[in-house]
Structures are given as C-alpha cells and as structure tokens.
C-alpha cells in the first residue's frame, strides 16, 4: 500500500510541476501494481536504464540514420575547438556514467536521493530526468570531495 500512495504522491507532484515524463511513469507503474503485474517490476529495475538508454541512443542517432548528418559535418567536429570540446564533454559523461553505475552497485541507498533530486531538479529547475547514472557520477565526485575536505 506505501508504494502506491508514493507514486499517487508523485502522479500530483508530476502534475503540479508539468512534468509528464514523472507523471507518465509514476502512472504506468502505478497500474502494474493495481493489476497485479508486480512480477515485472524487477525485471523493470534491471533493465529499465538498459531500455532508456537505448531509447536514447536511437533518438541522437536518428540524424545519422537519415542522412542529416553528412560526412563533412562529422569531419568539422573535429576542425574546431568547440568540435573538441564537445568529444572531451562525451567522454567526461560517460566516464561519469560508469562511476554512477559503480557507486549505484556499491551503496545502492543513494537510489532515494538521487530520485528525490531528480524530482526536485525537473520541478524547480526544469530539468529532464534523462540521467541517473550521471547523477549518480556526479555524485559519486561530490562525496569524494566532502570525503577530502572532511579528511574522511
């Protein structure tokens, strides 16, 4: 019953913020717990960043699939500083994409605050909630940090 009344709790923050992607998972999770399909849940859990992030992979790549992207704007990526930049910005996301993962096996709990900050991050700073692994990252960095200063 408690994790019903938290997604009907996030179907109204979600509504009250404008975000459909909170409300639209909090209600489809929401009716697989009503109609008794909970035994997908975990299967969900395990494979649900799997699936978005394939998802996602297949909307940036669209562009080249469809020829938008032609072989002279892939060479300019690499012609001009901010080209450079932007492949040292993918290669920093998905290093902190793989630490995110590492620090989500090893202390599983930040989960909750990781959520809750995504919540808060779409609702007030109008974010997308497209990364929970970066968040996790990210993170992960900021308690290495508090860890340093605090000599912990």
């Excluded at 109008?126 to 996790?136: C, D, W």
């Amino acid at each position: 019953m408690y994790g019903e009344l938290v997604l009907v709790a996030l179907i109204v923050i979600g509504l009250i913020g404008r975000s459909s992607i909170i409300t639209t998972a909090a209600c489809i999770l929401l009716i697989i717990k009503l109609t008794s399909l909970e035994r997908y849940l975990p299967t969900i859990e395990r494979r649900g960043i799997e699936l978005g992030l394939l998802f996602l992979t297949l909307a940036v790549l669209v562009p080249f699939a469809s020829g938008r992207v032609q072989p002279k704007d892939i060479l300019a990526a690499f012609s001009g500083w901010t080209g450079w930049v932007a492949i040292a910005g993918g290669a920093m996301g998905a290093y902190l994409n793989s630490r995110g993962l590492d620090t989500l096996k090893m202390d599983p709990q930040l989960i909750v605050g990781i959520v809750i900050g995504s919540i808060v991050g779409v609702l007030f700073l109008r974010g997308i909630p497209v990364g929970p692994l970066m968040a996790a990252g990210l993170a992960a960095i900021l308690i290495k940090i508090v860890q340093l200063i605090l000599g912990k």
